[in-house]
């Protein structure tokens, strides 16, 4: 459920760019540049050889993660790398599958991967840098560099496009609602032209933190203007040359070679089928690396040769709301912890490519698993591999769920209808979607529009098992009457709910919808149409996008960049227009001709 939650994380749910020019893009010089131009020849010469001794002497290791890491792909299916660096010692890299099925190309170390949100760092170090430079403060008003923002009433920030409390709409749902598919060839152009007509902020900034792919973009428009490079530019002089990050550059242009470069899919049917992906933008995605290019920026962590330990030290800044809350999200990484142990982190996702990484500061461990694959769980190879190295300084699994040949022997409690009728209704979930809760033959469901349909198997009275992802729910009735819900995934974290209705909104005057809605904004139209006592939104590039009654004058779709769709009346009560957005856009407005 974590996966419906969320949706495409970037993300997450989720996306992300990069850049370099064509004639330093994939130099093998570039190694050489930086921080070893100046070594004594036999230095630079045991630094290359430095990763075969060191796999030497970790055979049994080596041994232990590959048969960890065998199990987890199929011959002939999209494959993965991984790379492991502890005390500054590359001790396992290596590549398992296919990177390419047309052609059999095998996954091997220095195989390139988009990795999609994993960029969301590199960005925030840019910018870090140059407030080490002088030349900005993360506390500047963003019109101080992008004066082509509408004035929001309410000032935002640079350190808040980074900790995404600006208010600043997602992107990728932005363009899903203006008509793209995000397979379509997206330049940075077209999403700043989207972004800077952005007429209405998500929320005040500071008030709340709500993902969103569209900060970075601006974050990485900034460091052009001021540093005077372009983006990828900047990050391969200041960045990916001083760590020796030979096989990484930001993809600017979708028609750029990419040498040694994976390539994207996703699981249909018995097989696999291509997710094509022309992303031309920078900032919140698009980073092509390999894993042991990462384990290098990973161990800048412990050693910081970019940015020094100031950098390193402010990227982990956590954001503070308004109120005083603090949430675990800092400058382009996320802060946690696995198992006892303290993590810093990010995970990627957009078409088939999925990545994670994951650095222990107090172990000086860090981990990075890249794939082709969609439906492959980077963040659980990299904490199984972490498990192996770590060994008994992780914490015992708490609560550990049984394996799922076990779940299937699991005794659930029996619950009558009158206990299913209780909880069933709409929640508005705190990560901006509308959950539906009901019954179906005997069982207890829970769907999340566009995002998919899950058994909720029942532990007790009020709490429930969700299998695959693991995780459990639990409803608890409030003094006011209200009935909130709250999910743990197995994995970490917390999504919760309140109750909106008990029960779905009987559709009638279903006549009063039907129209053409027109987006200034956007600069696109839906057209409302009723037939058989069913409402679509019809688009000229979507197709018919059918609306499934939730509450009065509010519905949803199965689609997923308009998870909500509200109509607005006027003093009359007549129908005068309809905002759509929920996720990671609040609402658009759509006025009716």
């Not at 020849?41 to 050889?49: H, Q």
Request: aromatic letters at 10%; a neutral charge.
């Amino acid at each position: 459920m974590t996966t419906l939650l969320l949706n495409r994380s970037c993300s997450a749910y989720v996306r992300s760019t990069s850049i370099m020019s064509k004639s330093t893009r994939l130099n093998p010089l570039a190694f050489m540049s930086g921080r070893l131009r100046s070594k004594p020849l036999f230095s630079v010469f045991s630094l290359l050889i430095l990763p075969l001794s060191v796999l030497a002497a970790n055979d049994g290791l080596s041994t232990r993660l590959d048969e960890l890491l065998s199990g987890s792909w199929q011959s002939g299916a999209p494959g993965f790398s991984v790379a492991v660096i502890q005390h500054v010692k590359p001790v396992y890299e290596k590549g398992f599958g296919l990177a390419n099925l047309e052609y059999d190309m095998p996954v091997k170390p220095q195989t390139v991967y988009h990795v999609a949100s994993v960029s969301k760092q590199f960005t925030a170090m840019a910018v870090v840098l140059l407030e080490q430079d002088g030349k900005l403060s993360l506390e500047d008003d963003l019109h101080k560099y992008l004066p082509e923002l509408p004035d929001y009433g309410h000032p935002a920030t640079i350190r808040q496009l980074l900790q995404h409390t600006s208010g600043i709409r997602d992107q990728w749902q932005t363009l899903g609602l203006a008509g793209w598919r995000l397979d379509d060839v997206i330049t940075q152009e077209q999403i700043l032209r989207l972004l800077f007509r952005q007429k209405e902020l998500n929320f005040v900034p500071g008030t709340r933190h709500l993902y969103s792919n569209g900060g970075y973009t601006l974050a990485a428009e900034i460091v052009a203007r001021v540093s005077g490079k372009s983006f990828p530019d900047f990050c391969r002089d200041r960045i990916f040359n001083p760590l020796g990050m030979a096989h990484t550059h930001f993809h600017i242009d979708h028609r750029t070679i990419v040498h040694d470069g994976a390539y994207s899919y996703s699981k249909s049917g018995d097989g696999y089928q291509a997710e094509p992906l022309n992303y031309a933008n920078v900032g919140a995605t698009s980073l092509f690396t390999t894993a042991p290019d990462l384990a290098r920026w990973l161990d800048n962590f412990r050693e910081p040769k970019v940015g020094g330990r100031r950098a390193i030290e402010r990227l982990q800044e956590q954001a503070i709301l308004a109120g005083g809350n603090k949430i675990n999200y800092a400058l382009g990484v996320g802060l946690g912890s696995h198992r006892g142990l303290k993590t810093i982190s990010h995970s990627g996702g957009d078409a088939g490519y999925r990545s994670f990484v994951v650095w222990f500061p107090e172990q000086e461990l860090g981990v990075a698993v890249l794939t082709g694959l969609a439906s492959f769980d980077c963040s659980g190879a990299a904490f199984k591999v972490a498990a192996i190295v770590l060994g008994d300084k992780l914490a015992p699994e708490a609560n550990k769920e049984p394996a799922a040949a076990d779940q299937k022997k699991r005794d659930y409690v029996k619950l009558d209808s009158r206990t299913f009728q209780k909880y069933s209704g709409a929640y508005k979930l705190d990560a901006g979607l509308t959950a539906n809760f009901y019954e179906k033959d005997g069982r207890f469901m829970a769907e999340i529009p566009g995002q998919g349909t899950v058994e909720l198997h029942p532990l007790g009275t009020n709490r429930f098992l969700i299998e695959a992802p693991s995780g459990e729910l639990e409803f608890s009735s409030q003094p006011d009457g209200a009935m909130r819900l709250k999910f743990s995934p197995q994995g970490g974290g917390m999504v919760s709910g309140e109750r909106i209705a008990s029960k779905s909104w009987e559709p009638k005057d279903l006549e009063d919808f039907p129209g053409v809605y027109w987006s200034e904004e956007l600069e696109t139209e839906y057209t409302v149409k009723l037939k058989d006592g069913k409402l679509t939104a019809e688009h000229i590039r979507h197709g018919s996008i059918e609306l499934l009654p939730v509450l009065r004058d509010q519905f949803a779709t199965r689609t997923w960049f308009m998870a909500e769709v509200k109509f607005e009346r006027d003093q009359a009560g007549k129908v005068s227009g309809m905002t759509l957005g929920g996720g990671r856009v609040t609402g658009i407005l759509f006025k009716r001709k």
